[in-house]
């Protein structure tokens, strides 16, 4: 992820950056690493003509000539207006705080969900995000998160889904 | 006439008690969450996908039915009584609705909408029983190239016509069709694009992705912009349903709105926005009464709605004949029909017409429970509205991590989570749809296949691919599709 992102939509000011080069070079990039894993895979098969790298190829590609297509379009000023959805204004500014709050929550699963369980790592997720849209009463939230996490796990335990032991480390 | 007995045997299954149940349950999470702000129908049908653990597969999709249904009335209920639209199928409902309820007509306006999404839904569902065995008669002649073509067009007119720009819906489009590439190729069993990671041999599973760019992208950018809402629900107590001058106005609006609903939902990128518009358009244009347009008119709000449900049975069309999504609510049924190992299209129809038919039948079964859930108990819907914001999304992403961790138990899909979660965040910000990354991944596996096999029959002479009349047609279309707005603004330009 480019550096200088969460800066540039901040700067935009609720709209988004007037010239976000960045995302026609991610676009591009993420073709370039297509064409590099095509580039060991077989292109054609005997029998077939096609090969499991055809298909590959063909996307990284499309992805590489629609990146450039992008930069071209920001190059002559596309307007990229931020989507509007039933709780937020794509008209206002971002609140990058926010963000960085329910981001740490989506990457507590990472950190913890092995080793800690569901019903722990719910906890703090859920905790997070709260405090990401503004709740302050992190106690109560801590003590929902956790019941909630709790109710779950044995929801979808006796569901027949596999989702790991109550709390792993402690060996429950 | 072997349609009616099919379509008994059907409600057969879809009468048994269990299957009811489901049905219910369908139904009354439908209405749910599609008052609820943040989570739509592809999301919670995601979610549940863990349950075709347990679930035999005719009440799992009977429940996904009513999900589908149900999130189109729930919808309807916030766009007459708060002015919030949950899905873009319901915004001209708000526009007359809330105009309505706020001129104390709610309780019309949200009859209407019921009433209207009954018949519509129940219209729709008769044209879906007439028309989906006719159709899936007609795949049966199917070749590999031509269903190579109709997924270049799906392609296509998904690109163009969702999102604000055609270059964006197609980097969209692409980007699911690379991370579908991911994992073992069916066909020669070679590992793709997973760059020595083990955990990616199995492939990207569209309930990650789904769950990642809906969920996961969708709390990022609301907490990023949240803006508390402070619309007051308008109460309808003591409000009568409908006048006779309601029902004399609404039942022509109603069957206009099924009839434009229901084939345009069935067309690839179709989808509920564009009936919808169609229908109210078409209501302006067409009432006696247009100086209450803007106002708070009866029949801006049943003809759309009505449209809007009849769409939502057009999506099971090309699901079921062809194995074709429309829709990201489709790409997550087709995702479901995989889990179950089966395969929609012309051959679910002989070989599973148990289910086929169950779902069909239940689809009426499921309307008149809606219609009885939504009307009299509509007070108590809207009071789950009272759950806090801050609780609301901290929920959502709980249940969203543990649908992702229940899909294999791999931390590669949690990692994978953030990353396509992040990327779920900087679409919205930049206005990419996202709808076509699922189709591309969920479509992309099968064209390449179809593509494949059609070239192995042809000794890999590309020709093979235009070999077939339906194949030129469909290819035909796709271009046009593709071309046809740079062809107006040229005409544009001239005129």
New interface residues.
Partial sequence: ?PSN?PQS?TAGGGA?APR?WW?GGL?IA?GC??LY?AFS??Q??R???????L??TL??S??VL??L??LM?IAHG?K????D??????S?????T??L???A???V??LT??ALG?PF??ML???L???????RKTVI?VI??AI??SL??LL?TQ??????SFLPLAGI | METFSLLLQGFEVALQPINLFWALVGSVLGTAIGILPGIGPALTIALLLPVTISVAPTSAFIMFAGVLYGAMYGGSTTSILINTPGEAGSMMTALEGNKMARAGRGASALATAAIGSFVAGTIATLALTFAAPAIAEIAFYFRPADYFALTVLAFTSMAVVMGASRVRGFISLFLGLALGLIGIDQMTGQARLTFGVPGLFDGMELAVVLVSLFAVGEILYVASRYRKNSSEIIPIRGQIWMSREDWKRSWKPWLRGASLGFPIGALPGGGSEIPTMLSYTLERKLTKHPEEFGKGAIEGVAGPEAANNAAAAGILIPLLTLGLPTSATAAVLLAAFQNYGLQPGPFLFSSNPQLVWGLIASLYVGNAMLLVLNLPLVGIWVRLLSIPAPQLYGGILVFATIGIWGVANSLVDVIAMVIIGVAGYVMRVYDFPIAPVLIGLILGPMAEQQLRTALAAGQGNPIMLVSTPLSVIFLAIAALFLLAPLLLRRLRANA
């Fill in positions: 992820m992102w939509d988004a976000p995302l676009v993420l690493v297509c894993g895979l077989p054609a098969a029998y077939a003509g096609v090969g499991p790298g298909f590959v996307v990284g499309g992805l629609l990146g297509l992008l379009q596309e990229f207006v931020p989507q959805t039933e709780d937020a204004s794509g206002d500014k971002a609140d990058m926010a963000f709050t329910a981001l929550a989506a990457i699963p990472v969900i092995e569901v790592t719910a997720s859920f905790t995000v709260a405090r990401a849209f503004g709740s939230d929902t998160g909630l996490g779950a796990w979808f569901l027949g889904l596999q989702i790991g």
